[in-house]
């Protein structure tokens, strides 16, 4: 397996710091972005997420890409 290089990006992949963003720019870290198809798969998902004290945020694959980005300023 090959070393994973977090300096660069991919077009797929932008990093944070070439974007012109810092780590502190993420609005809230214990935020959980919870994807799934099935409704109730995303409700039970986002309960065993809230237990562990993080928040969740639960979409459809759908939407998930533009919530996404709207979280990462």
């Known amino acids: ?3 994973v290089n977090r300096e660069g990006e991919t077009p797929r992949h932008p990093n944070l710091v070439t974007r ?3 780590a502190e ?4 870290p214990s935020q959980v972005l919870v994807v799934g198809r099935s409704p109730i798969n995303r409700v ?5 997420v809230e237990r562990s004290g993080l928040k969740p945020i639960s979409e459809s694959p759908d939407t998930a890409a533009r919530i996404l980005r709207s979280l990462i300023p």
């Open 1 to 3: 397996m090959c070393p």
């Open 44 to 48: 039970v998902i986002s309960k065993i």
């Open 20 to 22: 012109g963003s810092t």
């Open 25 to 28: 720019a993420i609005r809230d």
